[in-house]
C-alpha cells in the first residue's frame, strides 16, 4: 500500500484560498514596484514574500493523518504528533462561510 493510500487530509479550503487571495495583494503590489526604479528594491521583496506566503497559504489549514500520526499544518510552521503524544480526539462540522449563520 503506497503512502498516499494510507492518509486522510482534512482541510478548510475557504481559509485557503482567503489566505492565498491577501498573499496575492502582495505579489501584485511587488509587481507594481517593480516596474518603477526607485522601489525595485521593495517590490521583489514583496514579490517574494507574497509568493511565498501564497504558496504555503494554499497548504496549510490542513490536518493530515497518516500511519506514523498526525500532521498539522499552519501559515507559519507544519507540527507533526505521534499518535503515542495524543489523548484524544475530538472532531466536529462546521461551515466556514462569513454569510452562515449557523441555523
Known amino acids: 500500500m ?3 493510500a494510507s492518509q486522510e487530509r ?3 479550503r ?3 484560498v482567503a489566505l492565498a487571495a491577501v498573499s496575492a495583494v502582495f505579489v501584485l503590489i511587488g509587481l507594481a514596484g517593480l516596474v518603477e526604479p526607485t522601489s525595485r528594491g521593495m517590490g521583489v521583496l514583496l514579490l517574494v514574500v507574497g509568493g511565498f506566503s501564497a504558496v504555503r497559504a494554499l497548504r ?3 490536518v493530515v493523518v497518516d500511519g506514523s500520526g498526525v500532521s498539522t499544518r499552519s501559515m507559519l510552521r507544519t507540527r507533526r504528533y505521534a499518535f ?3 489523548r484524544g480526539v475530538e472532531g466536529s462540522i ?3 462561510h462569513p454569510l452562515y449563520s449557523g441555523s
Do not use: I, K, P, Y
Open 2 to 4: 503506497s503512502r498516499r
Open 10 to 12: 482534512f482541510e478548510n
Open 14 to 16: 475557504v481559509a485557503q
Open 60 to 62: 496549510s489549514s490542513a
Open 84 to 86: 503515542s503524544e495524543l
Open 94 to 96: 462546521s461551515w466556514t
